[in-house]
């Protein structure tokens, strides 16, 4: 056993406590009382937190907030959410589920399990996803409130949402996360701090689209194209035929896509449907092995007729480099990985259309077995890109007769009144449901296409469910710092060097600290012709208007005689309210701004909404130098209910 000491007297408090205030209670917190004092413990415990996910990260929350004693308290509480159910696959990181609880909300199921390590938690449970849509729930009330906010998050998109809450209501916010052995925290302090947002990850690499099509050199772009292939399949096949028979503009929609978009959809929904008439398992195999035959053989072939294995394109051959050959394959039933396809394929296609699946392999053998299939024949007219800078527009000469065939002698919508399909919806958890079955095989059969090395079915799970492995010890590690940094916000003021931001890397080993980065204030240079209002202020400072649920026009007069600026343009959210550069705009002047904003965006105001943020442009004339300065203005914030 290792163990590993680091000082971190910062989180002490800048006065000391008496000794009388530093007496054992008796309690289960005196290790906490003694370093810290009773005060502070009673502080702690009336702390109003609201906890975002209930994951890997939220279990050893939760588990640290119950043995610190947080929220205990007359006043305290916890609010808790998290939207996802839970899969076995969570048991072995998850550590408060156990497998009574598969299938249980996260939330729920990780407060009943904390209240057992200390019955006085106040927990309020929540299962619904912090974001726009449930800011009726979410409330200002309930952000106002809070004392401090901390993310268990795994997506950028609700870290950044929850990000801008809390500096939309002057909250401390504590970020974390983690990635195998590697981790980090953040600590958000309001007028302190910079937030989350203020600085962004590079974006992740993505495989260059042609690489997927034709030119794969690595076991990950025939999984991804095999992920593609499931999605397609099983996925929008069923999508493209329920919004057929349920929106009546479908056509008239899918007209204005390009078309070999419109192609590759009627195809599949004329497939479908015309499938569906007396459909058998045994149509599902015989489809599969068809699938097989264009995936495999056909489309190779003409791809190595369109590039043949001595094809030299300026003066070097055309296969070299990360460009390799490939070859067709020649179907064969008694070959264990064409039959994963096969049954795989048919299984999952009975699933989307809802009829009995068959997991006998020796059947679904018997039957491929007579299938035939038409012989190849190249087409001459058809359009592949050499690579990601060729401006070839891929399709086939014959596109536009395709399309014009299959509108002719579409099923009508009436004609499948009580039809439906179910989409597959890809699920890498369970082993039983031939999601990841087909993605294996489906790779595999193309990495044999490219002489690329094979994937077993775990390895393929991982990369096409982008299962990053979670380490208990990492998860643990930075709850526990993060925890530190809890302590540190109870103190009466918070002075940025007192707060460390953390990056960890278990593998190397590598542990570090820093300081958090200082929120910019906005300094006005005229010499630019830049200027801030106000000046000096900070992604933290709003302009606070508390006028009432006024006009247009009202609000405009009293913010020129109030702050001196004359309203040029004025936005909510991604609305333009008003520019006086419109004429037409006049007529709003007379309009209430909450009228405005609900006729305008098409949207109500939840009931218990009672703030709005605006933007405004103000109308600046030119200097005396005959330059027009850039004038910045705060954010508005407008109380218009009380």
């Not at 991804?224 to 503009?249: H, I, R, T």
């Not at 190249?378 to 596109?399: C, L």
């Not at 419109?582 to 709003?588: N, S, V």
Request: net charge negative; aromatic share 12%.
């Amino acid at each position: 056993m290792q163990w590993f000491h680091f000082s971190a007297e910062e989180a002490l408090p800048a006065e000391a406590p008496t000794a009388a205030d530093l007496q054992p209670q008796g309690n289960r917190y005196d290790g906490q009382v003694m370093v810290f004092g009773k005060s502070y413990q009673e502080k702690l415990s009336k702390f109003k937190l609201f906890l975002v996910g209930s994951g890997a990260l939220g279990c050893e929350f939760l588990k640290n907030f119950a043995l610190m004693g947080v929220g205990v308290g007359d006043g305290g509480q916890i609010h808790l959410t998290d939207m996802d159910t839970i899969e076995k696959s969570n048991l072995n990181r998850q550590f408060l589920f156990r497998n009574h609880d598969i299938g249980k909300n996260k939330s729920e199921a990780a407060s009943g399990a904390v209240r057992k390590m200390n019955s006085k938690m106040n927990i309020k449970c929540y299962t619904t996803p912090v974001g726009p849509d449930t800011e009726n729930l979410f409330d200002d009330d309930l952000w106002d409130n809070l004392d401090v906010v901390c993310n268990a998050l795994d997506n950028v998109k609700a870290r950044t949402y929850t990000d801008g809450k809390c500096v939309y209501h002057h909250k401390p916010l504590l970020e974390s996360g983690t990635l195998g052995t590697k981790a980090n925290t953040q600590v958000v302090l309001p007028f302190v701090s910079e937030s989350y947002s203020s600085s962004k990850d590079p974006p992740e690499k993505s495989i260059p689209l042609c690489t997927l099509k034709n030119f794969p050199n690595q076991i990950e772009h025939t999984i991804e194209w095999a992920k593609n292939m499931f999605v397609g399949f099983f996925e929008n096949s069923a999508d493209e035929v329920n919004s057929y028979l349920s929106q009546e503009g479908y056509l008239e929609k899918l007209k204005t896509n390009p078309l070999n978009a419109q192609k590759e959809s009627l195809v599949t929904l004329y497939t479908m449907l015309t499938l569906s008439k007396s459909l058998t398992f045994d149509k599902c195999v015989e489809w599969a092995r068809q699938k097989f035959q264009e995936s495999f053989h056909n489309s190779i072939a003409q791809l190595l007729y369109i590039f043949p294995k001595d094809h030299v394109i300026n003066g070097a051959p055309f296969w070299s480099g990360p460009k390799r050959a490939p070859t067709p394959l020649v179907f064969d039933p008694n070959d264990a990985l064409h039959m994963e396809f096969i049954s795989a394929a048919a299984n999952l296609l009975a699933f989307i259309f809802k009829i009995p699946q068959n997991r006998d392999v020796e059947y679904v053998r018997k039957v491929v077995s007579q299938v035939q299939v038409p012989e190849f024949s190249p087409s001459k007219g058809v359009r592949i890109k050499a690579n990601e800078n060729d401006n070839t527009t891929e399709g086939s000469e014959d596109d536009e007769k395709v399309v014009e065939d299959i509108l002719s002698k579409l099923p009508s919508r009436e004609s499948f009144a009580k039809f439906s399909m179910e989409p597959a919806m890809f699920e890498k958890d369970d082993d039983k449901n031939f999601h990841i079955s087909f993605i294996t095989a489906a790779s595999n059969l193309r990495a044999r296409n490219y002489s690329i090395q094979e994937a077993n079915f775990f390895e393929t799970k991982k990369i096409a469910g982008r299962i990053i492995p979670a380490i208990a010890t990492t998860t643990a590690m930075i709850t526990g710092l993060v925890s530190l940094e809890l302590y540190k916000l109870l103190h009466k003021e918070h002075p940025i060097e007192k707060f460390r931001n953390a990056f960890v890397n278990l593998s190397l080993p590598l542990l570090t600290f820093s300081e958090p980065v200082p929120c910019r204030k906005n300094k006005s240079d005229k010499s630019k012709g830049k200027i801030f209002y106000p000046e000096g202020h900070t992604l933290w400072d709003f302009i606070d208007v508390d006028i009432g649920d006024v006009t247009l026009k009202v609000f405009c007069d009293w913010f020129e005689k109030t702050h001196g600026f004359k309203v040029s343009s004025m936005t909510y959210d991604k609305y333009l309210l008003y520019s006086s550069f419109f004429p037409g705009h006049d007529k709003r002047l007379s309009k209430k701004l909450t009228d405005l904003i609900v006729e305008i965006s098409k949207k109500e105001f939840f009931p218990n909404q009672k703030i709005l943020c605006f933007l405004v442009e103000p109308d600046v004339e030119e200097g005396d130098d005959g330059i027009e300065p850039n004038v910045e203005i705060a954010p508005i914030k407008y109380r218009f209910r009380k």
